[in-house]
């Protein structure tokens, strides 16, 4: 079975400052990845995506994830915070072939300026 | 290409009454997904068509239902609505087929339960 951890629920951190958002998974078959962002009541919007290749993964607005399998880690980075940045951010994972990814509980990101 | 739309965005339901939500997905694509998102619980999966056909159902009670039409759309209903029933309602489409799992999600039609 396939599941996902944030860890903390919360990220504050300073305009220009450095974004990091931590992602673990579980999966018994090698793992697709995602990461998503939502502004307040909207829906969700694809930030990224690991599937198979390049571990190093760069996605929109300047945000990037790398694929550990060894530390079964996914976390999502961006070099310098912008106010535009602050927005929940959610973590996915499927299993090979499966087309219903599990979602983990997502993280607020606050952005100060 | 339209992405996903959602219709309506906002409804206001009392208890017991039941309510139908709709989902146009990106042309093309076969699969349509519903979510529940809460502060509570996240995001849960509720149930997946695929051509038609349910393909994959979460953990929720009878009173969630769906269906999908040849034309890929899909409907939600909830029956007998509980106050716990008030999240957000979201939709994602996909292909459904081959190595592209990547959803694309609606906007989300927001439910009030009173």
């Known amino acids: 079975a396939q599941s996902v951890t944030q860890l903390g629920s919360h990220v504050s951190v300073s305009e220009g400052a450095l974004v990091l958002l931590r992602c673990n998974y579980s999966?018994?078959?090698?793992?697709?990845l995602f990461w998503y962002v939502q502004y307040p009541n909207q829906g969700l919007q694809l930030l990224l995506k690991?599937?198979?290749?390049?571990?190093l993964v760069k996605g929109i607005n300047g945000f990037e994830a790398e694929f550990k399998k060894s530390e079964t880690s996914f976390h999502l980075t961006k070099p310098s915070a912008h106010m535009s940045d602050a927005a929940e951010y959610f973590c996915a994972v499927s299993e090979g072939g499966s087309y219903i990814p599990t979602f983990g509980r997502g993280t607020s990101l606050i952005v100060h300026p | 290409k339209a992405g996903v739309t959602q219709t309506p965005r906002y409804l206001i339901k009392t208890r017991g009454q039941q309510v139908t939500l709709s989902c146009s997905p990106i042309?093309?694509?076969?699969?349509v997904s519903w979510y529940q998102q809460t502060p509570g619980q996240g995001l849960q999966f509720l149930f997946e068509?695929?051509?038609?056909?349910?393909?994959n159902k979460g953990n929720f009670p009878g009173r969630f239902s769906g269906r999908q039409f040849s034309n890929s759309r899909s409907e939600m209903n909830v029956s007998t609505l509980e106050l716990g029933d008030s999240a957000l309602y979201l939709c994602?489409?996909?292909?459904?087929?081959?190595?592209?799992?990547?959803?694309?999600f609606g906007q989300g039609t927001r439910l009030t339960v009173v």
């Open positions: 042309s093309g694509h076969r699969s």
């Open positions: 999966s018994s078959v090698p793992p697709y």
């Open positions: 690991y599937t198979t290749g390049a571990t």
């Open positions: 994602a489409s996909s292909p459904g087929q081959g190595q592209n799992t990547e959803a694309f």
């Open positions: 068509y695929f051509s038609e056909t349910q393909r």
